[in-house]
């Protein structure tokens, strides 16, 4: 027998691990100690520049300091700018009514209400109107256009919608109503026969313009109008305070124009004139903080600012919660308002809402999950996407979830709830290697309304054809996604130890905010790290104390994995991926992590030769198997044994291994392949356990 020496019985780890793949960026030491010393910055910061994709000194300037960009006048990108112009100066000019169709999600909210704050301080006679999310679902529609028509609207401006409103706009115009669609979504193949269209998908790759989000869009047109009018006094820092909202909770890319306004308006949101910005900062417990001495930056240390995850986890949630389950109307009042009394009384709306949202999204996770581990318990590597139905869920949340499934089971996730019992409509949420609008497209025979791009989506279908689409959606997976994508990516920018995270690291850091999409926090790992205390708190998250021993000394830090309740509790050995947090606790400012990858320590720790012999006993899938690492010729290996005697052998690196009942007679194996790699990792598990 391979397995030859007595096995130490444990108590039963964690549930499992995140299920995740991590890719960590080649560190290119030479080039970024080069960089850094051009540009007067850390080697670490220029080595998170160069992951970010900067290759030289004037690229890490531009993007170090964004204000030092040379911008192009926004009429010589946006072909319809100056028509658009003229078209809302001759209509407040003349009086003539307009009226806004926005959109019910953070974007569409904040882009309606800078329009209608800017357009009313240029003596504009406007309102609004927003479809309804669950009976009438996204953009402007006929209903709305003749509803316009009746009230005697002239000029129709959309915003956040619009680009493929081809039958809604044409009437429109049938009845003699001028249009302008503002819009950042992809171009159909037939443009509505509008007045003017903006777009920032219409105008060229390289414009520092071309990511910006429907509120970006908006914010270009009221500035351009203003400056038209020489009336700027006293509306930039109001429209500037939307933008910044509407920018990042609708997760537009932090690059270009769109990195140097949100940085502008971060710092000017803590004292905004906005009584609804005030509003929701002081309901959501938001609290502006220094910014450092980050790279080169020659910010004051007392200067306060919030950064991108205050508004992204904590204001954007509260407005995004209204689209969701709530009336638009609120929003639109609370970032409208002059009156303070009435703002408060609206972000305290938004914030009921928002909780009630939580408590909805929990409950549908709860039963998603329910579903999925009952109808594909044994087939996820086969079907390779979930398509999760049942009825009674609200659909404004059901696209939340479909994100959480996509980070728990790290495949494409279709979910969706019956309007009736003949319609089914849902969302869809993709991963890296897969393209849901593709996807869409490859099932349209089976689909009602689809639409979305390569990450996201929305569809409706006719609940008689479930079992096929289930089927079809797995046929598609199956020819562009393999079994190694199979699990989230997590992209890791360097390795740090604790030792080195301090104040100083932190602050430098700060060159590179405001973070985001495109311009993601930056992600460190550590590895062999000690689990010293871990407990749960709150609504299932994980607290924990850390430790690494570096230089014979040992330093510990505060660590919080959001939303890991099911992995509790952690190995006492792990590899750790985080980003950093600064935490302002009764005057005590304290550099924490919050946890977003653990996997099993590097298999070079359980393979060292150890002091006692590494045996253990674990259960995989209610199966028993022996393990223990053990010494051959030339070097260590893992032997791991099932109930009927068959040895799997590996050696560490390796991709191939042995199986059978002596090594003879073994044969090789992939152990990339999901039935050996799960036994691997559950013995590796039960290994880490042991006293190192």
């Known amino acids: 027998m391979l397995v030859d020496r007595p096995v130490t019985e444990l108590s039963k780890p964690g549930k499992r691990l995140p299920n995740q793949r991590w890719q960590i960026y080649p560190q290119q030491t030479e080039f970024a100690q080069h960089l850094a010393i051009l540009t007067n910055i850390s080697p670490i910061v220029s080595q998170l520049l160069i992951n970010r994709g900067i290759e030289t000194p004037e690229q890490a300037q531009a993007f170090l300091d964004p204000e030092s960009l040379v911008l192009p006048s926004p009429l010589e990108d946006f072909p319809d700018l100056a028509m658009s112009v003229e078209l809302l100066r001759e209509a407040i000019a003349n009086q003539e009514k307009i009226a806004i169709c926005g959109d019910y999600d953070a974007d569409g909210m904040t882009s309606t209400a800078l329009l209608l704050r800017s357009l009313r301080a240029l003596g504009a006679q406007v309102d609004y109107a927003i479809p309804s999310r669950m009976h009438e679902g996204y953009g402007i529609n006929k209903r709305i256009v003749e509803e316009f028509h009746s009230e005697g609207v002239g000029l129709i401006l959309t915003v956040d919608n619009g680009i493929s409103a081809y039958e809604p706009v044409a009437r429109a115009r049938e009845l003699g109503l001028k249009v302008i669609i503002t819009d950042h979504h992809d171009i159909p193949q037939k443009l509505p026969p509008a007045n003017a269209i903006l777009n920032p998908k219409l105008i060229a790759e390289s414009s520092p313009y071309r990511g910006v989000a429907g509120v970006g869009v908006a914010y270009i047109l009221a500035v351009s109008l203003a400056q038209q009018l020489g009336e700027t006094k006293g509306l930039i820092q109001p429209m500037l305070a939307l933008f910044t909202l509407g920018t990042i909770a609708d997760l537009a890319p932090l690059i270009g124009v769109n990195r140097r306004w949100v940085k502008r308006g971060l710092k000017h949101l803590p004292k905004s004139q906005l009584p609804g910005v005030q509003a929701l900062i002081q309901v959501a417990g938001v609290q502006a903080r220094g910014e450092g001495q980050g790279g080169n930056s020659s910010q004051s240390q007392n200067a306060k600012t919030l950064k991108p995850e205050d508004i992204g986890f904590r204001l954007g949630p509260r407005i ?70 049942q009825p009674n869920w609200h659909h404004g949340v059901i696209g939340i979830v479909a994100s959480r499934l996509v980070e728990r089971y790290g495949v494409p996730v279709f979910i969706g709830t019956y309007e009736d019992e003949k319609h089914i409509r849902g969302s869809a949420r993709g991963i890296p290697e897969f393209n849901v609008f593709s996807a869409l497209e490859y099932c349209h025979d089976l689909l009602g309304k689809f639409g979305g791009h390569k990450a996201a989506g929305g569809f409706s279908f006719p609940a008689e054809n479930l079992l096929v689409l289930r089927s079809r959606l797995s046929e598609f997976a199956n020819g562009c996604l393999e079994p190694q994508h199979l699990k989230p990516l997590l992209k890791i920018d360097a390795q740090a130890n604790l030792n080195e995270i301090n104040h100083q690291l932190y602050q430098q850091l700060n060159a590179l905010h405001p973070c985001g999409i495109d311009n993601p926090d930056p992600v460190f790992w550590t590895p062999n790290v000690q689990v010293v205390e871990q407990s749960i708190v709150g609504k299932g998250h994980i607290k924990l104390t850390l430790a690494q021993t570096v230089d014979d000394q040992q330093y510990k830090i505060k660590a919080i994995a959001w939303r890991w309740r099911d992995y509790f509790p952690l190995p006492p050995r792990v590899d750790i991926a985080y980003k950093l947090r600064e935490n302002d606790f009764n005057g005590n400012t304290t550099i924490e992590m919050e946890l977003i990858g653990v996997r099993l320590p590097n298999l070079s720790h359980i393979f060292a030769s150890p002091p006692v012999p590494l045996r253990a006993s674990f259960e995989h899938k209610q199966r028993q198997y022996t393990c223990g690492v053990y010494q051959n010729a030339i070097g260590s290996e893992l032997r791991i044994k099932n109930p009927e005697g068959k040895v799997l052998v590996m050696q560490p690196g390796d991709t191939i291994g042995l199986l059978g009942i002596n090594r003879e007679d073994a044969k090789k194996v992939d152990l990339s392949q999901p039935v050996y790699d799960g036994i691997i990792q559950a013995a590796l598990q039960a290994l880490s356990v042991l006293p190192c």
């Open 320 to 389: 995004n919660a209204i689209g969701r389950i709530g009336n638009p109307q609120t929003v639109i009042e609370l970032l409208t308002t002059d009156d303070m009394g009435i703002a408060l009384e609206r972000a305290m709306q938004c914030e009921q809402i928002n909780l009630s949202r939580q408590k909805m999204c929990e409950e549908i996770e709860q039963q998603a999950i329910a579903v999925v581990e009952d109808l594909y318990a044994t087939s996820l590597q086969f079907d390779r996407v979930l398509v999760v139905v």
